[in-house]
T-cell receptor
Framework: EPEVTQTPSHQVTQMGQEVILRCVPI?????FYWYRQILGQKVEFLVS????????KSEIFDDQFSVERPDGSNFTLKIRSTKLEDSAMYFC???????????FGPGTRLTVL | DAKTTQPPSMDCAEGRAANLPCNHS???????VYWYRQIHSQGPQYIIH???NNETNEMASLIITEDRKSSTLILPHATLRDTAVYYC?????????????FGKGTRLSVIA
């Protein structure tokens, strides 16, 4: 079964630094999402991306966040100036139109010190 | 916020059926009921979804009441690997591209 992959699995950074989280989606799945989960809390939607532009975003997804698909395959989430409260698991997801199901990657654990 | 209510936790003996309830009393006519689960800190995993008819796949069965105000996810023969947080999500239309809104879910513990 095809899988969504994410790199790195764990990222440690200093507050104020920029981080880029990467996702390799399942081919032919054209809708992409980022979610995050702060330790012990709910999974929260950040942004959806389709046809090379943002489709929908939540209040969490402010100006310090950006997404892009730089090379037609990878899908990235950039946090420009990390804060302590950005520490969380970040999950990438793809949509399979045929079965109307979102496939999630294993996540990247971001730790901001 | 999530439109569903689930018990925070449940236990189930290994090999027995796990029945996870969900209340969604404000569900509207075009909204589907989706179930996902999250094993430890892994990414959420799709289980099943339905509109008004009962549904079954290789993982589980979904029973939706006739008034659609509640549903039950059934894992017919729970194993230790089914220990996870189970999320019941109500979602508008058949448009799978809408974001998922997760609640706190039910933490299912399968006990040997």
């Amino acid at each position: 079964e095809p899988e969504v992959t994410q790199t790195p699995s764990h990222q440690v950074t200093q507050m104020g630094q920029e981080v880029i989280l990467r996702c390799v989606p399942i081919s032919n799945h054209l809708y992409f999402y980022w979610y995050r989960q702060i330790l012990g809390q709910k999974v929260e939607f950040l942004v959806s991306f389709y046809n090379n532009e943002i489709s929908e975003k939540s209040e969490i997804f402010d100006d310090q966040f950006s997404v892009e698909r730089p090379d037609g395959s990878n899908f990235t989430l950039k946090i420009r100036s990390t804060k302590l409260e950005d520490s969380a698991m970040y999950f990438c997801a793809n949509l399979d139109w045929k079965i109307n199901e979102q496939f999630f990657g294993p996540g990247t654990r971001l730790t901001v010190l | 916020d999530a439109k569903t209510t689930q018990p925070p936790s449940m236990d189930c003996a290994e090999g027995r059926a796990a029945n996870l309830p969900c209340n969604h009393s404000t569900i509207s006519g075009n909204e589907y009921v989706y179930w996902y689960r999250q094993i430890h800190s892994q990414g959420p995993q799709y289980i099943i979804h339905g509109l008004k008819n009962n549904e079954t796949n290789e993982m589980a069965s979904l029973i939706i009441t006739e008034d659609r105000k509640s549903s039950t996810l059934i894992l017919p023969h729970a194993t230790l690997r089914d220990t996870a947080v189970y999320y019941c999500i109500v979602r508008g239309g058949y448009s799978g591209n809408t974001p998922l809104v997760f609640g706190k879910g039910t933490r299912l513990s399968v006990i040997a």
